[in-house]
C-alpha cells in the first residue's frame, strides 16, 4: 500500500462521471455509422504505429527508468483500483501536459516540460487525470480524434468534400472538453484534496510563475463564469470551440462546483458507483416507447394467426384488429354541408337552425364471444 493513498476499490467511472461527458457521450454513440468510421480510423495498424513511433522517439518509464515517476505512477493507479497499469512513456516537449492514447490498449505520454518545472504532487495530480481517462476508456475516443486531426492537416482539401469530415471532428473535440471536466474529478480523488488540482490547472495556464495565488485564481473563475456580457461570451464561445481543453478557469470552476455539491466527500467515505453496478444506459426519450425490432415484430404476428386459427374468439379479435383490402376510411369535414347551406341561402331569408344529424340505427347482430370466454 503506498503511503499515503487513498483506495476506492472498484470505482466506476460513473461515480465521477460530468454530465456533460455523459450527454457528449450519447450523442456521438446516436450518430449513425459513427461506430464503423471510428473503427476504421482507429485500426489496429495505425496503433501499431504509433507504438513504433513511441518506442522508437520516447523514454519508457518504469522502475529502472526515472523511478520518482513510475512511484506517483503507480500510487494513483492503485488508487483508483486500476489493474494492469498502461505503459508510461516521457517525451521531449516543453509543453506542460500529457496524453492518453490507444484504441485497443491505452498508453500515457507525459511531456518533458510538465515533469521538469513542476512539484511532485502537481505533476501526480496530472497523472492521476491521464489515469481517470483510461478508467473511463477516453483512450478511444481520444485516438480517433488525434488520427482524424492528422487527417485534416494533410489528406482533406478545404473544399464542401470536407465538410462531413469537419463536422465530426467538432463533435469529437466538444466531447474531449466534457471529457476533462470528468478527468479532473478522477484527480481530485486521487490526490485526496482538489486545490491540488486547481493550483496545477492554475499553473498550466500562467506557467510555473513563483508567488502566484490560487485564491485570486478561484476569485477569477468565479468572475469568467458570472460575466453578463453577451458578446464576451459570443466570442469565448467561438474561441474555445477549436480546443481540445476547456479554458483553466472554467475547469476550477466546474470542480470547485462539483465538491461544493457534496459528491466529493461522498465518495471519499466510501459511497460511490462500483463497476458492474452502473445504472443501465437509457437511449432515446424517456419514456417513449421504442418500437420491437422486426424479428420481435414478426413473432409476435405469427403468434397472433395461430392463435386466430385455433380460437374463434381469438379469430374474430384477429379479423376486426385487420383492415379491409380496398376500403378506405372515409373522413368528413365538420361543418362543410353547413357553410354550403349558409351561401345559398338568398339574403334577407331568416336562417334555419341547424340540426344534428342522428346516426343510423344499426340492426342487432350475434353477440359476440367475449375474451374472457376463449379456451387459450
Not at 18 to 30: E, G, I, N, Y
Not at 226 to 253: G, K, M, N, Q
Amino acid at each position: 500500500m503506498p503511503d499515503g493513498a487513498h483506495r476506492y476499490e472498484q470505482l466506476s467511472p460513473k461515480a465521477y462521471e460530468h454530465p456533460a461527458d455523459r450527454a457528449a457521450t450519447s450523442a456521438l454513440r446516436a450518430i449513425p455509422l459513427m461506430d464503423k468510421v471510428l473503427k476504421r480510423l482507429t485500426d489496429v495498424a495505425h496503433e501499431r504505429r504509433l507504438r513504433q513511433i513511441l518506442v522508437g522517439n520516447a523514454v519508457r518509464i518504469g522502475e529502472a527508468q526515472v523511478p520518482e515517476l513510475w512511484t506517483s505512477f503507480e500510487r494513483a493507479g492503485w488508487s483508483l483500483d486500476l489493474e494492469p497499469l498502461p505503459p508510461l512513456y516521457a517525451t521531449q516537449t516543453p509543453l506542460a501536459s500529457a496524453i492518453t492514447i490507444g484504441a485497443h490498449r491505452p498508453t500515457v505520454i507525459v511531456f518533458s516540460g510538465l515533469v521538469s518545472s513542476f512539484d511532485d504532487d502537481e505533476v501526480e495530480s496530472v497523472l492521476a487525470h491521464e489515469l481517470g481517462h483510461a478508467l473511463s476508456e477516453h483512450n478511444y475516443y481520444t485516438t480517433a480524434l488525434v488520427l482524424l486531426a492528422q487527417f485534416l492537416r494533410t489528406s482533406v482539401p478545404g473544399t464542401l468534400a470536407g465538410l462531413p469530415i469537419r463536422a465530426l471532428y467538432l463533435v469529437l473535440l466538444e466531447w474531449s472538453r466534457a471529457a476533462e471536466l470528468s478527468s479532473d474529478r478522477a484527480s481530485a480523488l486521487v490526490m485526496g484534496d482538489p486545490l491540488i488540482t486547481c493550483r496545477t490547472l492554475m499553473r498550466m495556464a500562467g506557467g510555473a510563475i513563483d508567488g502566484m495565488s490560487l485564491d485570486a485564481f478561484i476569485v477569477q473563475a468565479t468572475e469568467y463564469e458570472e460575466e453578463e456580457d453577451l458578446f464576451a461570451r459570443w466570442s469565448r464561445a467561438w474561441v474555445e470551440i477549436a480546443l481540445t481543453h476547456p479554458f483553466a478557469v472554467r475547469r476550477v470552476r466546474e470542480l470547485i462546483r462539483w465538491v461544493e455539491t457534496g459528491e466529493f466527500d461522498r465518495i471519499r467515505d466510501g459511497s460511490y458507483v462500483r463497476r458492474g453496478s452502473e445504472p443501465p444506459h437509457r437511449e432515446g426519450v424517456p419514456g417513449r416507447r421504442r418500437p420491437l425490432p422486426g424479428a420481435v415484430r414478426r413473432d409476435a404476428r405469427a403468434h397472433e394467426r395461430r392463435r386466430a386459427a385455433s380460437c374463434p374468439a381469438a379469430r374474430g379479435v384477429a379479423a376486426r384488429r385487420r383492415p379491409r383490402p380496398g376500403r378506405r376510411r372515409r373522413v368528413r369535414r365538420r361543418g362543410t354541408r353547413r357553410r354550403r347551406a349558409r351561401v345559398a341561402t338568398p339574403a334577407g331569408a331568416p336562417r334555419a337552425a341547424p340540426t344534428r344529424r342522428s346516426r343510423r340505427a344499426r340492426p342487432p347482430g350475434p353477440p359476440r364471444a367475449r375474451a374472457s370466454a376463449c379456451p387459450c
